[in-house]
Nanobody, 123 residues
Framework: QLKLVESGGGLVQPGGSLTLSCAAS????????IGWFRQAPAKEREGVAS????????VYADSVKGRFSVSRGNRGNTTYLRVDNLKPEDAGVYYC????????????????WGQGTQVTVSS
């Protein structure tokens, strides 16, 4: 059974950093593009980053360019989202998702979703 599990969220001060992880089981993650999404209270879910199967294509939302970095682990079944210089507006539940339809930030591309990890940005 395919399962995605996010971890690494937490409380961080503005300007701080976190590394979020997405661990997969039940699939060989190397064959799937991975997207990272976030959802703040009362807001729609938005795509923030996506990485292709080989890791050679990465897409970022304009709001996170230069601050977020998506990568794949060497062992294949984990992907990471490094988030730097966090702002209060970055707070929300962060989800990873898997797609076999190509890399992108459109949530409709993605068939498999994790349960999310909470990121809180506050001083």
């Amino acid at each position: 059974q395919l399962k995605l599990v996010e971890s690494g969220g937490g409380l961080v001060q503005p300007g701080g950093s976190l590394t979020l992880s997405c661990a997969a089981s039940g699939i060989a993650l190397e064959y799937w593009a991975i997207g990272w999404f976030r959802q703040a209270p009362a807001k729609e879910r938005e795509g923030v980053a996506s990485i292709s199967t080989l890791g050679n294509t990465r897409v970022y939302a304009d709001s996170v360019k230069g601050r977020f970095s998506v990568s794949r682990g060497n062992r294949g079944n984990t992907t990471y989202l490094r988030v730097d210089n966090l702002k209060p507006e970055d707070a929300g539940v962060y989800y990873c998702a898997a797609t076999d339809r190509g890399v992108g930030l459109d949530s409709h591309l993605y068939r498999h979703w994790g349960q999310g990890t909470q990121v809180t940005v506050s001083s």
